[in-house]
């Protein structure tokens, strides 16, 4: 008894252990990611500038560090954060370890919302891509209930038709891009990855979203542990589970239509970052929201590295990156899945 209790109190303090590690992996390639490039900066410089201490950058090379690499670690970073989370939840809320959320058409439709802003708006509102992102991806989702039949009673159902929601969305963006001809750049420089334009203003208002959503998430992430098991089980622990369903499918909703607000269309971080931590901590539980959130920052800021210097000068979509890492990743989680039935 004595031996079960003592593993009981370290439990916590291990958790807390991983996400101190991840919150340093975060630091150290935040770090990689404004020290490379055709530019290379000098760590000691980084933190001089940053602290404002002598010896810090001045001229150009402030400007590139301060106004171009700072800003684009950070989206990218935020941008991660987003992704990796909802992917955990979503895959929680509809016990399916391959649900993300592109296969739910929230991607698809937060796309095709932001690509209507754009042609209709101006590429200059970004202030307002949340917003028409986030009607478009709600949209897409409860387009994807009523099509499945059953509030969240049949999760395969519900992802194939998120699957065709998300298909039609993209249709529809494409016939928009086709009848906007004079917008198609604005469109298709979003949809390659707009992290190659990140800017403050762009951190800012995304990283409010963001931290509404996150911090709405990560609050009922113990909660969320009692999705895993039955309805009457739920209820049982005092949890509604429908109306914790609701909350944490419209906050994972908010933070992917914001993401793919800023930076475009990046797949399978959803995917790949819940498995890797989770595979790692051998924990199947939604504790570690905080840490999931963390590393995939840290994957998305090494992946947009990978995309600006692994074909310098020139420079690779980020979606390219992730979907090589991604892709295969996929393949096995669904052949594991498979082996499991």
């Not at 916590?12 to 975060?26: C, E, G, N, Q």
């Not at 113990?222 to 589970?241: F, V």
């Amino acid at each position: 008894m004595v031996k079960k209790s003592s593993k009981s109190e370290l439990a916590p303090i291990w958790s807390w252990k991983i996400t101190a590690l991840s919150a340093a992996l975060l630091v150290f390639v935040g770090i990689l990611a404004i020290s490379f490039g055709p530019v290379k900066i000098e760590f000691l410089q980084i933190i001089c500038t940053l602290l404002g201490l002598p010896g810090g950058l001045s001229g150009q090379e402030r400007t590139l560090l301060i106004d171009l690499r700072l800003p684009r670690a950070l989206l990218a970073a935020l941008v991660g954060a987003a992704l990796a989370t909802s992917g955990a939840v979503y895959q929680t809320v509809f016990r399916n370890p391959l649900a993300d959320p592109y296969l739910l058409g929230a991607a698809a439709g937060a796309g095709l919302g932001a690509t209507i802003a754009i042609t209709s708006a101006g590429a200059d509102l970004y202030s307002l891509l949340p917003i028409f992102s986030f009607i478009g991806a709600i949209l897409a989702v409860l387009v994807s209930f009523f099509i499945s039949g059953k509030f969240f009673a049949e999760p395969n159902s519900l992802l194939l038709s998120g699957i065709a929601v998300g298909s039609f969305a993209t249709a529809v963006q494409t016939y928009l891009q086709q009848r906007n001809s004079n917008s198609l750049r604005p469109v298709y420089s979003w949809i390659l990855g707009e992290l190659t334009v990140a800017n403050w203003q762009k951190v800012i208002w995304s990283s409010i979203y963001i931290f509404i959503a996150l911090t709405i998430l990560i609050t009922v992430s113990k909660q969320l542990d009692g999705l895993m098991l039955t309805d009457e089980e739920s209820y049982s622990l005092g949890i509604n589970p429908n109306r914790l369903r609701v909350i944490a499918v419209i906050a994972a909703t908010l933070a992917t239509a914001t993401a793919v607000s800023a930076s475009g269309l990046i797949g399978f971080v959803g995917i790949v970052v819940p498995h890797l931590v989770r595979g790692i901590t051998h924990r199947v539980t939604n504790r570690g929201l905080l840490t999931i959130a963390l590393v995939g920052a840290s994957f998305l800021v090494l992946a947009d590295l990978g995309a600006r210097t692994l074909l310098s000068p020139a420079e690779l979509p980020i979606g390219v990156i992730t979907a090589f890492v991604g892709a295969p990743f996929f393949l096995v989680i669904l052949r594991k899945k498979r082996l499991v039935k």
